[in-house]
């Protein structure tokens, strides 16, 4: 299956394909100006987030987050939520923990 990432104008409906970036990365963001984006690509333990050039393809790491507390750490299947500046980002997790008993002697 081929999936296309477009850019698509609300204006006058244009639209252009989106630089060839890794599939599994997710288009979350604009950075502060409409040349950048934001893309998230999740992982076992946390989330890696690069920006990405429009005009040129080139993508770079920008942030890596992994929690600080990996037991029972669900995948983080949500969208990242950035400020335009990148200085705050908004995410959400969860852990799932069981309890397993053991007894002896039961009959």
């Known amino acids: 299956m081929t999936q296309k990432r477009l850019l698509q104008s609300t204006t006058n409906g244009d639209s252009k394909e989106l630089p060839k970036f890794l599939e599994e990365q997710l288009p979350i963001a604009w950075g502060s100006d409409v040349d950048h984006i934001f893309t998230q690509k999740n992982e ?10 429009l005009k040129t393809g080139n993508m770079e790491a920008w942030q890596t ?25 908004a995410y959400a997790y969860a852990n799932e923990l069981d309890q397993l008993y053991v007894s002896d002697g039961l009959r």
């Open 65 to 89: 987050i992994k929690p600080k507390d990996q037991i029972g750490l669900r995948p983080m299947i949500h969208p990242v939520a950035i400020t335009p500046d990148g200085k705050w980002m």
């Open 44 to 53: 076992a333990f946390g989330v890696n987030l690069s920006r990405v050039d």
